[in-house]
């Protein structure tokens, strides 16, 4: 059994309501961006705690509120394991909806070729279309690896074209979740800020000055306050690498979790209580399409993964809003 980890390094989490009676293995999977093996493994080791007392049955139901502490030499590059679940919602003969969980690239990408989405898809429903590139089989769209939530992949040539259009054409639906650092004073608003890669770091993006980048269009209405935090629900209109996280940086409410973008002068990091997401706050909740072949409309929606539900019980519990006129 292993030693009593260090309380500083420590990942804790709060199980959520919606998550009571889950096993252990799979709700801290979920939350930590590990694989279900490696988590099985620390259980095993005696590297996971409930409420403060070792569990080594990876079974073990959670409860809600309960507290489940992961030691730090468990949750060392959990993103890299290729073993992970995605839960599909739809699938037919033309497209199949599913939910990426977030850790997951999308396709190939530099050396990370092995457990990408794409990938994962070929082995279970065969050769995908490649009209996005030969590194890209069934790819329509992407979500970064850091985010959560609802994708559509095309399996042959004529749904990937059909949907393509939809997305060129601005009539697919996009709705996700943000949870951002500081409180918008207004309820709701757009962003309107060309994108185009940052001339200081060439890897990111960056708004550009009017006449430069590329025109990019985000709406965002808040959804629940906290002191110091809030939920936000955006729309982008536009589908631009990295726009949300790029929009709402410049807007001054950069994600919670990005270690990328980051909004000037508010803090980068939660504090070391909460129990922080590994990896942006940001999630894919809402898509709407219509069927590529039969002209169906479609509509899913993904409810928020546990680790950032955990993240906002903790918010509610301990960074409730300040009273109206307070300050």
Known sequence: MSETPSPEKTQRYTVPPRAAGERL??????????????????????????????????GHPVQAGHT???????????????????????????????AKPAGVLCHAQGEVVAGTLAGRAEERWGPLPRLQGEDRPGIVHRLDRGTSGLMVLARTAEAMEALQAQFRERAVEKRYLALVHGVPRFQSGWVEDPIGRSPKHPDRFAVLPAGEGRE??????????????????????????HQLRVHLTHAGHGIVGDRVYRTRGVPARLPPEAPAPQRQALHAAGLAFRHPVTGEALAFEEPLPADLEALLAWLREHRPPPPLGAG
Not at 28 to 52: C, H, P, T, W
Not at 72 to 88: F, I, K, Q, T, Y
């Open 25 to 58: 293995d799979r709700f801290l999977a979920a939350v930590a961006g590990l694989s279900r093996s490696r988590v099985q493994a620390a259980v095993k080791a005696g590297d996971v705690r409930v409420e403060g007392e070792v569990v080594q049955r990876t």
């Open 216 to 241: 990019a269009s985000t709406y965002w209405e808040l959804r629940e306050r906290f002191d110091g935090f809030a939920l936000l629900e955006c729309r982008p209109k536009t589908g631009r690498t």
């Open 68 to 98: 489940v502490e992961l030691a730090p030499a468990a949750s060392r590059a959990g993103a890299e394991s290729l073993d992970w679940e995605a839960r599909v919602l739809l699938e037919d003969p033309y497209l199949v909806v599913l």
